[in-house]
């Protein structure tokens, strides 16, 4: 039986995809990307494409880019989201109880473990000193989507009419220089310290300072995570016109496929990684 649109607007439908590619430059690829459902007693992955109500549980979608040598950055990326599978149905469980739940506060303590996590293989393993990693991740209850995020990785929010706004701040030195008005975006993109993070999980960090936030969604929002190798050769214009007028050859190729090829084919010398989710 069709949903009616009554019910639709109290349980909407989410469509997803989500794609990584090493890109033309690297040999490993450091990003990672998660796309899970969870309730109080289990966690399931989901696939790269798919669509679902929210009936049986909440939803996060996340984008970790690591850093350190080797393959150090790659192993960072993965301790993150995995970590993430692992404290997420904990989370939820405090609210089907009928506790309240302070997202801030949850997200934070989830931070805060994956970056004890990645301190403790950076002590433990010489292969894996210094090493670190960004995350941004949205978590999607049927009321809001709320979200935390610590690096250079973004969350976009792009309206039904096509408006696009980044959610996240960027974490690097350049970016700080930006929001001080010292310089602008494009001086920003070419700036020697562009990729210098003062804010991250893991590597040298003692404190971190994650931002949260939290949104109420409607039917036609569209969230697009992203790794640097996409933000640091796409203008925000250019993710939206991947995703409302893509190149004639990725037409029918997910949201997710559309950002990173487009991303690839500018020039992106790092690992490219998307997830869209639209409402």
Excluded at 37 to 54: P, R, Y
Excluded at 118 to 141: K, N, P, Q, V
Excluded at 177 to 192: A, D, Q, S, V, Y
Excluded at 245 to 266: D, S
Aim: glycine share 8%.
């Amino acid at each position: 039986m069709p949903m009616t649109q009554d019910s639709q607007k109290n349980n909407p439908i989410l469509h997803w995809s989500g794609m990584t590619d090493t890109g033309r430059v690297r040999q490993n690829n450091e990003d990672a990307f998660l796309a899970i459902t969870f309730n109080d007693k289990e966690c399931s992955f989901l696939g790269k494409i798919g669509e679902a109500t929210q009936e049986k549980g909440d939803f996060i979608f996340a984008v970790s880019d690591g850093m350190g040598g080797a393959n150090a950055g790659e192993f960072a990326s993965r301790v993150a989201v995995d970590k993430l599978t692992e404290l997420a149905p904990q989370s939820f469980r405090l609210s089907a109880m009928g506790m309240t739940v302070d997202y801030n506060d949850i997200l934070s303590e989830v931070f805060f473990e994956i970056h004890k996590k990645i301190h403790y293989y950076s002590f433990h393993y010489e292969e894996c000193r210094g090493m670190g990693a960004t995350l941004s991740m949205c978590w999607f209850t049927p009321e809001k989507m709320h979200f935390a995020h610590i690096g250079d990785s973004r969350i976009y929010h792009m309206s039904s009419t096509g408006e696009m706004k980044q959610l996240t701040n960027d974490h690097s030195v350049a970016a700080r220089l930006m929001r001080e008005g010292k310089i602008n975006e494009r001086e920003m993109r070419k700036h020697p310290e562009r990729s210098i993070l003062e804010r991250s999980l893991g590597a040298r960090s003692e404190i971190i300072e994650p931002q949260f936030g939290s949104f109420i969604y409607e039917t036609g929002d569209t969230f697009i995570l992203c790794s640097d190798g996409v933000s640091d050769v796409l203008f925000d214009s250019n993710i939206r016109d991947a995703l409302l007028r893509p190149f004639p050859y990725l037409a029918n190729k997910p949201p997710a496929e559309q950002i990173v090829k487009r991303a690839i084919t500018q020039g992106s010398q790092d690992n490219v990684t998307a997830v869209v989710i639209q409402i």
